[in-house]
């Protein structure tokens, strides 16, 4: 039986009165301010609105793991905690931001706990944990296959007090923001070192530093997710001073290890919440429309799709928590094979199941009318976010017959 935390249950409850009052009843005055705004990628009104209720009401922050309490304003959650927050905000895709928990901001601001000086924090961290500013985390190339993060080009060259970056980078998530004024970037500093691990390196760089280009907004499945955005980025001689290297030369890859880990997480854990959403609005939908004298819940084939949604969401969110609870008893390396397992099954599981319900709503189904649309989409990205679903399969499978031959010999 799995149990959360007295603090964890009344967060729950606190967070979901919150969504019922708050989020849900503005969703499509939301989407109206980013349709009407003069830049879809601007912050909007609501938004603001909405992060000062929710920082008043003491949802604000909540991803901060214990070991980091020091950088919030509570004791710090732990990644079973965490979890059902997260689902609980998964419901509505741009609500996570409400609540100062949306990604790509919280894996950034990990990476700032855990390797950032006490200047970078001053600067960068303490601004994203008051929600004043946005930041973006640069590593995916156009050119070359980046599901190898060995495989990036992007030349980072040291030159006097100052590093020189140049390349092009793309489905940057969050640069688009009007509010972003961070990105971390990842790239190659020491091409011709023998450990490939040992080539990359990670540099914060303003976004108004001059050489950075936003060459243009990109879209999946058509939708630019607006006002964050995904972007693709030209670096041309971009001049950042020495101090803004993370941890140090040649420690890029051992800090994407340590930041990709809990964000796949974050992820599956928001899934849920779509998934779970989903389905109410077909269990819904089911039981309003008849076809062929009787209504669409009376059906077999619709009761069977029903009757697989609900079982498959019950498997991932089971498997998401199993998850969490390694995470936290041996630290997101203990834990690997469980994020593979989830990061491989949740996405791909969940756009499974919102393609069901949208299938029960008809037309409808595909309409921005629901969230259904848009939350496949999401579960659709995810599948290439934060590394290709057949990389950490391929990881996975290396790692479990390791195992298992281990044990038999």
Not at 15 to 36: C, K, R, S, T
Not at 126 to 151: C, F, H, K, W
Not at 178 to 193: F, H, W
Request: charged share 20%.
């Amino acid at each position: 039986m799995i149990q959360f935390s007295a603090a964890s249950m009344e967060l729950q409850a606190r967070l979901q009165a919150f969504m019922d009052e708050h989020i849900i009843p503005n969703e499509h005055a939301y989407a109206a301010q980013v349709a009407a705004a003069a830049s879809r990628f601007e912050s909007m009104p609501l938004m603001e609105e909405l992060k000062h209720k929710a920082r008043e009401a003491g949802l604000w922050n909540l991803f901060v793991a214990p070991a980091h309490a020091e950088f919030c304003d509570h004791d710090g959650l732990t990644n079973l905690d965490y979890a059902p927050l997260a689902e609980i905000m998964g419901r509505v895709l741009w609500s996570p931001e409400v609540f100062n928990c949306n990604a790509p901001d919280t894996g950034n601001m990990e990476v700032f706990m855990k390797y950032g000086t006490a200047e970078q924090q001053a600067q960068w961290l303490t601004p994203l944990l008051n929600g004043e500013i946005r930041s973006s985390y640069a590593m995916t190339e156009p050119q070359v296959a980046s599901s190898d993060a060995t495989n990036i080009e992007l030349s980072i060259v040291r030159d006097g007090n100052e590093w020189v970056l140049n390349g092009r980078k793309w489905f940057i998530t969050g640069a688009m923001y009007e509010r972003c004024q961070i990105l971390i970037v990842m790239g190659k500093s020491d091409p011709d070192n023998p450990n490939r691990h040992k080539q990359q390196s990670q540099i914060l760089v303003p976004k108004d530093t001059p050489g950075l280009e936003m060459v243009r907004p990109l879209t999946t499945l058509g939708y630019d997710d607006a006002p964050i955005g995904h972007a693709e980025i030209f670096f041309n001689d971009v001049r950042v001073p020495l101090e803004n290297v993370l941890l140090g030369e040649g420690r890029g890859f051992e800090i994407a290890q340590g930041r990709l880990g809990p964000g796949r997480i974050h992820h599956c854990m928001r899934l849920i919440g779509a998934a779970q959403r989903s389905l109410e609005l077909a269990c819904h939908r089911v039981s309003t429309r008849t076809t062929f004298g009787r209504e669409l819940s009376q059906h077999q084939s619709v009761r069977e799709d029903i009757a697989k949604c609900f079982s498959e969401i019950e498997m991932a969110r089971l498997l998401v928590l199993k998850t969490c609870y390694q995470m936290d008893q041996l630290g997101a390396k203990g834990a690997l094979d469980m994020i593979a397992a989830s990061k491989t099954s949740v996405p791909l599981m969940v756009q499974n199941i919102i393609d069901r319900c949208m299938q029960m709503h008809g037309a409808g189904g595909l309409t921005e009318d629901y969230c259904m649309a848009e939350a496949f989409n999401y579960a659709r990205w995810c599948r290439q976010a934060d590394g290709p679903d057949q990389v950490h399969q391929m990881a996975l499978g290396k790692l479990i017959i390791n195992r298992y031959n281990q044990e038999q010999g």
